[in-house]
């Protein structure tokens, strides 16, 4: 059963950036997309990313498009999440996913995804 391990959270301010890593272990990587949600306070998870098996396709969330990008490394079974112009609204923990089929469409559905990991928070002040 495939492990997620996010890390690179943090506090920042508005305006700057952080470098999420989610890892997986125990399981395969290349054949499935990967995702990146997130969970504000008293919210619910929401899409904000997420990448094609192959790498060659992203989708983002409107309110990050511009600001995030994903990318993976197949070789190395990582998926990582640059996030620059950070906002206030972006405080939220974050989790990254693996879908539960292999070589799927992008889809941006949280219940299509499978695996989660424990997810790392990310605070952003004004």
């Known amino acids: 059963q495939v492990q997620l391990v996010e890390s690179g959270g943090g506090l920042v301010q508005a305006g700057g950036s952080l470098r999420l890593s989610c890892a997986a272990s125990g399981g395969t990587f290349s054949s499935y997309l990967m995702g990146w949600f997130r969970q504000g306070p008293g919210k619910e998870r929401e899409f904000v990313a997420v990448i094609s098996w192959t790498g060659s396709t992203t989708y983002y969330a409107d309110s990050v498009k511009g600001r995030f990008t994903i990318s993976r490394n197949n070789a190395g079974n990582t998926v990582t999440l640059q996030m620059n112009s950070l906002k206030p609204e972006d405080t939220a923990v974050y989790y990254c996913?693996?879908?539960?089929?292999?070589?799927?469409?992008?889809?941006?559905?949280?219940?299509?995804?499978?695996?989660w990991g424990q997810g790392t928070q990310v605070t952003v002040s004004s």
């Open positions: 996913a693996r879908s539960r089929g292999v070589r799927l469409r992008p889809t941006t559905t949280p219940s299509d995804f499978g695996s």
